[in-house]
């Protein structure tokens, strides 16, 4: 099985500030896809961004845009102008040709006033 | 959001009892999976469907069934709960052939005492 690695266990930022969450996988795939999902306190899994691995162009969704380096396998999100809403767990995820997502165990992300 | 349901969204059991967890979707999506998510693990994939009575087992799929009689429904049924099972379990629907996305469900918190 595919490996997701998130080496933050936690982060933390503070309000209106950047910061950007980690996350590397394995692969032999050439073409898969990746994504955040974040999961606040209600527990509800939310798809913040997704990337496919054939566009060389970085994804962004509003304040949220991602830093996907294919040869290191790496897939960072960088969370611009944080906000108190934006606590919470988040999940990087890979998804090849096969059936599931392969989940990282998560970066908790504290954002402080 | 994705029309997804689960039910019940808490339960308390029993060591030894059975139980049965259902997912339902408004989505008319093929696919449909059934995560748990324990601390530190992220979520794993116990089963997946990929159609009416389609189903396979993911990583973690030792002391769980599961039935798919209509496209909108998919039951996961612990047969004898034992305390190793205490998780959320979450549900989610995808289009792999498509996207890749998967939309996830509330989640359900089992206890087992």
């Known amino acids: 099985a595919q490996t997701v690695t998130q080496s933050q266990p936690e982060m933390s930022v503070q309000e209106a500030e950047t910061v950007t969450l980690s996350c590397t996988y394995d692969?032999?795939?050439?073409?898969?896809?990746l994504f955040w999902y974040k999961q606040p306190p209600s527990r509800q899994m939310i798809l913040v961004i997704r990337q496919e691995a054939y566009k060389q162009q970085n994804a962004t969704e509003n304040r949220f845009s991602v830093n996907f380096q294919k040869a290191a396998k790496s897939f960072s999100l960088k969370i611009s102008d944080s906000q108190l809403g934006d606590a919470a767990m988040y999940f990087c995820a890979y998804h090849d040709s096969g059936y599931a997502l392969n989940f990282g165990k998560g970066t908790s992300l504290l954002v402080t006033p | 959001d994705a029309g997804i349901t689960q039910s019940p969204r808490h339960k308390v059991t029993e060591t030894g009892t059975p139980v049965t967890l259902r997912c339902h979707q408004t989505e008319n999506h093929r696919y449909m999976y059934w995560y748990r998510q324990d601390p530190g693990h992220g979520l794993r994939l116990i089963h997946y469907?990929?159609?009416?009575?389609?189903?396979d087992k993911g990583e973690v799929s030792d002391g769980y069934s599961v039935s798919r009689s209509k496209t909108e429904d998919f039951l996961l049924t612990l047969e004898s709960a034992t305390s190793s099972q205490t998780s959320v379990y979450f549900c989610?629907?995808?289009?792999?052939?498509?996207?890749?996305?998967?939309?996830f469900g509330p989640g359900t918190r089992l206890t087992v005492t």
């Open positions: 692969t032999s795939e050439s073409d898969y896809y």
């Open positions: 469907s990929y159609g009416v009575k389609d189903t």
């Open positions: 989610a629907i995808g289009q792999p052939s498509e996207t890749y996305e998967q939309y």
